[in-house]
DNA sequence: AGATAATTTGACCGATTGGTAAACATTACA
DNA sequence: TGTAATGTTTACCAATCGGTCAAATTATCT
């Protein structure tokens, strides 16, 4: 008899983790370039390299599938803005935070790519954390930025749309990746395209803020 | 015997328009959301309020009417972009460019949304127009600014990267609207937003670029 | 009005969808 | 090693998918 996804023994097995594990990565592969609707969990089994009831043995639904990668990604997306520091210089705190961003942008586009999925149709799945913990993460670093403009370390702005432009134009090199790729064209098209758009946005930012250089 | 998408006479109907017209609205709807894998022909046909093979006489496949909304938005998208002025002054020409966006984004979230999608599945249908017409545009564009750089009108900076930062930062309301609303909150979330986010935007890129004010 | 062309629909097709049942295979553990 | 729990697969289901067809309805033009 089998019964998934640990309801008796409470601890999971080996090949659980390692099958979940892959599971989620071939999710993740399918459901960030189509979409929860656009997304066949025959697509998902091919990926994974395994049959379809064997995928529905460790998730129950699609659904399920859906929810546990949107758990699990939502925790380390939002880390770089968790580490951004009160009490650090504003200046290098933007900066690193724009840096830590574009990383992400480099080595996770899917996940971003997953997230921008969930936006677009409305954010079904996730609307209650939206409400709650990243509204109450971004209030708390909102709150940061306009004691440092209170202060006068920074330019007077509104902390939230700072925050957006940060998020929206890091974002943009993981999820418009082909049409960047399309306007640089062949030769400006290479991995440098990371470190120009670095210089470019500690620049726009740093600038636009007039930020006090110590 | 019907002749669908005028093969014969050439000349549309009335008929054929007004109901071209209410099919591309409803598709809009749809593909915006779900994108073109998630979006289905039943629920296209039901948002315009006829039957499926009504639409198919209008249009052959799924595919032509992808087709026919793309073509029909990307022009108008592309028409704050053109009418960026060369002669112009650097810093109305960019504050406007910025404002225009904005004013789409508020105006036309399901087109942005319909981009957005098609973007984060690779560009399946208009990674050609991307290459071809949208590059050559970005490219004089691009252009311009770099000479207005060259003649110190403004701070040197990756013409490109401006662009994509400012296109992504405006399409962001349209396209993480949800996002944006959650995070603002109940208070906030008016469409009061869409003035505080051009405020900021037109200090962020106008004073980040040091723009020489005459 | 009558004829002809344009439009609309219900019934239907094979393929694909999310998901299930049960037989079969493998693993862990005594 | 034996056996019970865990893991895997084949065959299948009803619902939905994109799309077709022929018949019925409506608009157009003389």
């Not at 997304?39 to 043995?57: C, F, H, R, W």
């Not at 007077?156 to 090199?173: A, G, V």
Request: glycine share 6%; hydrophobic share 40%; with cysteine.
């Amino acid at each position: 008899m089998a019964i998934p996804r640990a309801a008796k023994t409470q601890r999971r097995t080996r090949i659980q983790e390692e099958k979940e594990e892959i599971i989620l990565e071939a999710a993740l592969d399918v459901f960030s370039v189509n979409g929860f609707r656009g997304t066949t969990i025959d697509q998902i089994a091919e990926v994974a390299g395994m049959s379809k009831p064997n995928l529905l043995y460790y998730f129950r639904t699609k659904e399920a599938m859906h929810r546990a990668l949107i758990d699990r990604v939502l925790f380390t997306w939002l880390e770089p803005l968790r580490a951004f520091d009160a009490n650090g210089n504003p200046e290098s705190e933007i900066r690193s935070y724009i840096r830590r961003k574009l990383e992400m942008a480099r080595d996770f586009p899917r996940e971003s790519r997953l997230f921008a999925n969930e936006m677009l149709q409305g954010a079904p799945h996730v609307e209650d954390e939206l409400r709650g913990p990243l509204k109450a993460l971004v209030d708390e670093k909102a709150e940061v930025i306009r004691a440092w403009a209170t202060a006068g370390k920074i330019t007077k702005c509104d902390p939230y749309h700072l925050i957006f432009s940060i998020w929206s134009t890091t974002q943009h090199y993981a999820d418009f990746d082909v049409q960047v790729r399309a306007v640089l064209g062949q030769e400006h098209a290479g991995e440098g395209r990371f470190e120009d758009a670095a210089r470019y946005l500690e620049q726009l930012f740093v600038d636009g803020l007039r930020i006090r250089h110590n």
